[in-house]
């Protein structure tokens, strides 16, 4: 009980975080200062109402200067948050690989709705994510895949970390080719380098059977999701721009979260 109350408390907080992230990264700006700011006022922001979840709930959505309103996106976030880093400790409990797939899935929401609302992943949690699964290989042991098959691999440490850089390189290689056949044979870019790097990402994470998986799951999801939303919306198919990047979030949160324990 007091580990869930725990793994609640720090979602909320570390979604709050991400809510920040998810607006100034795109926009090259800063996550430390200056301190967060009404998008419509440009009021300052109390700590008081700054609470996660709570302060929105409390504020009814909107400012409290200028009762402009508040996107749900910051409650979608927290809560989100919340509910997966709480999901991690119930199923992997009170673990280093609790933290890890915790982690993970922050990253991924970022991710999927700074692609949502820009169209932009940004690096610091694409490529700084493929780092920081490389770093968690090391200290939480990927579970099988081709680095078994290199000689030295038996030995734990070396063959979790060579685990994770085959699979963030293979996924996001085959990824990167496939754009680049795309892009050849229809004369236009199909895909852009953020998809492939956070695919390598993807795979440093989760090994390079979820990474596939993670793909076709994606691409499925989001051919299908896509064409729905242009009918309904009535947008141009030839110039719409497909966030490919929010489609793989979700897959890839759905591959770690309810694949193989």
Known sequence: MVETAVALAAGLLVGSFLNVCIHRMPRDESVVRPRSRCPHCRHR????????????LALGGRCRHCRGAI??????????TAALVVWAVLRWGPTLEAGKFALFAAMQLALVFSDLETR?????????????????????????????????ATLTVFGSVMEAAIAAAVASG??????????????????GLGDVKMVAMIGAFLGLPEALLTLILGSVAGSVGGLIYIKLTRQDASTYELPFGSFLGVAALAVAFLGRG
């Open 45 to 56: 922001i109390g700590w008081y109402d700054n609470l996660p979840l709570a302060s929105w």
């Open 71 to 80: 996107a749900v996106r910051y409650v979608m976030v927290e809560l989100a």
């Open 120 to 152: 932009i992943l940004p690096d610091q949690f694409t490529i700084g994510g493929a780092v920081l699964g490389l770093a968690t290989a090391a200290v939480v042991p990927m579970r099988g895949g081709l680095a078994e098959l290199l000689p030295g």
């Open 174 to 191: 085959s990824l990167w080719l496939v754009g680049r056949l795309y892009q050849r044979f229809r004369r236009r870019e199909g895909l």
